[in-house]
């Protein structure tokens, strides 16, 4: 097997006394789109952030290529791209500046960076808006702009924090199959998502944490066959929850 694209080893994260992220380790490959569920609070945007280098982990430690996060971040950090939950660009850089920012940061030739920033803006339609300045962006096209910004690099592996939410559906679908386009040209994608329908569609793999744990890392059919073939709707409740939803549900309607 090739070599890993990033490893995660025992990491763990505290905001004082409380434990966010525990103990957490996985391996991702080449040419897979791996999706990062759990409930709110789990501790997905503190593993993704410490994944990409942005917060320090409490103790553990990643890789990425072989490269560590913290001891070599510039090798790290090059090979990776990165989609926050919220995008917080620039808002006084036109559009077209930001992208052409973000590709000199990764030494991106600038004459590819137009080459690649084009068919992308066309393909989200922003193409007439990208002489505009992003403060005059509405949340889905910021969004979209950040997109577009994590892919110009050409990294092995992006990041991407709940990539759909705030996207209308023609845009949702865009990214999707620019994901899946993506992993089939060798690379890697790892999101995390609550819409567990586009998870149990388009993910290779699926990595569940609760509570700061993992609690699953499986290929999705494996996982599916290996609970009665239930939807990955109800292994994720089953997985994550404590009382089951449905007789709560009941419990409230029966007035308790
Ligand atoms: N800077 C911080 N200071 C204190 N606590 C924090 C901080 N960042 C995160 N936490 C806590 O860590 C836990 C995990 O948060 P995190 O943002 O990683 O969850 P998440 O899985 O991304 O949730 P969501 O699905 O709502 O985005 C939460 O209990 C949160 O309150
Ligand atoms: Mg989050």
Redesign the pocket.
Same mark, same amino acid.
């Given at each position: 097997m090739s070599q890993p694209v990033l490893e995660a080893r025992n990491l763990a994260?505290v *905001? /004082?006394e *409380?434990k966010?992220?525990d103990d957490v380790g996985f391996t991702l490959n080449p040419g897979e789109i791996v999706g990062f569920l /759990?409930?709110?609070?789990? /501790?997905?945007?503190?593993? $993704?952030?410490m994944l990409t280098g942005l917060?320090g982990p409490s103790s553990g430690s990643a890789s990425i290529a072989g490269y560590d996060i913290a001891t070599s971040p510039i090798e790290a950090k090059s090979r990776i791209g990165y989609v926050p939950?919220t995008p917080n660009l620039y808002g006084k850089l036109k559009a077209q500046e930001y992208l052409r920012f973000v590709g000199q940061l990764y030494k991106v030739p600038a004459a590819d960076v137009e080459e690649r920033m084009r068919p992308l803006l066309d393909l989200f339609e922003l193409t007439d808006v990208a002489g505009n300045y992003l403060d005059t962006f509405s949340h889905g096209m910021q969004q979209k702009v950040a997109i577009i910004g994590a892919f110009l690099h050409d990294p092995l592996l992006v990041f991407m924090?709940?990539p759909t939410v705030g996207l209308d559906p023609r845009s949702a679908r865009l990214i999707k199959d620019l994901m899946i386009g993506y992993r089939d040209r060798g690379k890697t994608i790892f999101f995390?998502t609550?819409i567990l329908e586009i998870a149990q569609t388009m993910c290779d793999r699926v990595i569940i $944490?609760n509570k700061?744990r993992i609690v699953a890392d499986a290929r999705v059919n494996e996982l599916r066959r290996m609970r009665g073939d239930q939807s990955l709707e109800d292994i994720f409740l089953e997985l994550t929850g404590g009382q089951d939803v449905d007789e709560m549900v009941k419990e409230l309607a029966d007035g308790g």
């Open positions: 994260r *905001f /004082g *409380f966010a992220v /759990g409930p709110n609070g789990a /501790g997905k945007t503190t593993t $993704i952030k917060l939950d924090d709940e995390s609550h $944490i700061g």
